[in-house]
């Protein structure tokens, strides 16, 4: 009688064990791979923002080359300046996004608040700079029907996009990690491999959005 308890124990010992241990690991993958998908999302959004920078140089030139370039004119209440001042303030915003790009792709994810937070400033800085500039260009009588400033303003508001689409995804993995840790079996789990204080910080979308850029 003893043996078919002792074995029916052993069978119930080892069943168990195996649905724990699928609980667990199943758990830790879904985790990891969570942050694995946050991380890759966070990437092609500051890959995306890295191609704007790069389109600055064809920007600028476009704006030297303007007859109203360091020239205001009295008469033209709608005149946007376009000067030297307006390209200095591209460059410095353009300096911090990219100073902050460097910082959040040379960190061990996950990016800090104030991180994230420094992000979010410095890229609507530079899209309404950019934004600024291309409405001057469009109010040059020059360059209104230059095909080279209609293909330079699809290339930005196409980047405007890409980066509200990959950082919506990130963000969409990232408020997965964050309540799958906080909730059975998920926090248990993370305790269980030190991720109960990892919290991946999501972007402020709503202020990439293009009309609010705009506003």
Not at 4 to 15: D, G, H, K, Y
Not at 40 to 55: F, G, H, N, P, S
Request: aromatic fraction near 10%; charge should be positive.
């Amino acid at each position: 009688m003893k043996r078919p308890l002792l074995s029916l124990s052993i069978f119930s010992a080892v069943f168990f064990g195996i649905i724990l241990f699928s609980v667990v690991f199943g758990g830790y993958s879904s985790l990891y791979r969570a942050q694995n998908r946050a991380r890759d999302a966070r990437i092609l959004v500051t890959i995306e923002c890295q191609k704007q920078l790069d389109l600055l140089p064809d920007l600028m030139a476009m704006v030297r080359k303007t007859d109203s370039f360091n020239r205001i004119n009295p008469n033209n209440s709608n005149q946007t300046n376009l000067d030297q001042k307006k390209l200095d303030q591209l460059e410095q915003a353009a300096f911090k996004t990219k100073t902050i790009l460097t910082q959040i792709n040379s960190v061990k994810p996950p990016v800090k608040k104030e991180v994230i937070l420094a992000f979010e400033g410095s890229q609507i800085h530079l899209s309404q700079e950019i934004i600024g500039l291309i409405i001057g260009l469009k109010k040059d009588a020059k360059l209104t029907p230059s095909q080279a400033l209609i293909d330079l303003e699809k290339k930005f508001n196409d980047l405007e996009i890409t980066v509200f689409y990959h950082s919506h995804q990130y963000n969409k993995e990232a408020k997965y990690f964050n309540t799958r840790k906080s909730i059975f079996p998920g926090f248990l789990i993370a305790k269980l491999f030190k991720l109960e204080e990892t919290h991946i910080y999501e972007i402020n979308i709503d202020l990439f959005k293009p009309d609010n850029l705009r506003s």
